[in-house]
């Protein structure tokens, strides 16, 4: 009886094997045999799930993006999600706090006008959260590391090849995306301050441009060191908007 082979799997499967060899030796590294011996399949099986070498590239850089994107939604709607819910309660309620003190006579509040609020006070709160957030675009663990490195090698590649450069087009328009949230969250969540108005769509390619810079000196220098100073100047950034 033949052997039923999951085809979604065993492309995964080769798919992965691609990004090991991209993040160690290159992506032009990743040759159908190359590939066929990091995955222990015969070359034969790669050449049946793909026509060729490019196709092959492809299919590993499409699922390396429906990763990423399965990864954000994860942590939109996951723990990091609630922590932003709950540092938006913490403001609501200094708000209310604050909104009850002023309504009594001889408070600090009635003498202090013009001076920070407690609802000011709750804004690292959520700030935190959303940093927390847009930690998830950063190589700070050994998987996004890899992550990283195999993004890297394949963004190189889409340098001179069209067909990749629409996915690195996509992953770029997806953390755009990403940072355009955060800050909408933020905007709409926290006390204003002196009446500025954070602009969520103009700031969010400045936010990429941060972490695009993080991730870069994070993949060339990995050392616990700059992991700490990527995470300051993350939250030194949302701080100050």
Not at 33 to 54: M, P, W, Y
Not at 87 to 95: W, Y
Not at 149 to 163: G, T
Request: negative net charge; proline residues 4%.
């Amino acid at each position: 009886m033949p052997k039923i082979v999951n085809e979604a799997e065993r492309k995964a499967r080769i798919a992965e094997a691609v990004w090991v060899i991209a993040a160690e030796r290159g992506l032009h590294a990743a040759t159908v045999r190359a590939v066929a011996a990091q995955c222990d399949l015969s070359v034969g099986a790669i050449q049946h799930s793909f026509e060729s070498q490019a196709q092959l590239q492809q299919y590993a850089m499409a699922l390396l993006v429906e990763q990423a994107k399965a990864r954000i939604d994860n942590v939109a709607q996951g723990d990091a999600g609630k922590g932003a819910e709950q540092g938006t309660e913490c403001s609501e309620s200094k708000n209310a706090a604050k909104n009850e003190s002023e309504a009594q006579p001889g408070t600090q509040a009635e003498t202090a006008t013009g001076s920070p609020t407690d609802a000011a006070a709750a804004t690292p709160s959520l700030v935190e959260a959303i940093a927390l957030l847009l930690e998830q675009l950063l190589p700070l663990d050994e998987e996004r590391l890899h992550e990283a490195r195999v993004w890297a090698m394949f963004s190189a590649e889409a340098l001179s090849d069209e067909a990749l450069r629409a996915f690195a087009s996509e992953m770029g328009a997806l953390m755009e995306r990403f940072c355009r949230d955060c800050l909408m969250y933020l905007s709409k969540s926290r006390p204003r301050r002196d009446d500025a108005q954070l602009q969520p769509e103009e700031e969010a390619a400045q936010l990429r441009a941060l972490l695009d810079g993080l991730t870069l000196r994070l993949l060339t220098d990995p050392t616990p060191e700059n992991d700490t100073a990527a995470r300051r100047a993350l939250r030194l950034y949302l701080e100050r908007l």
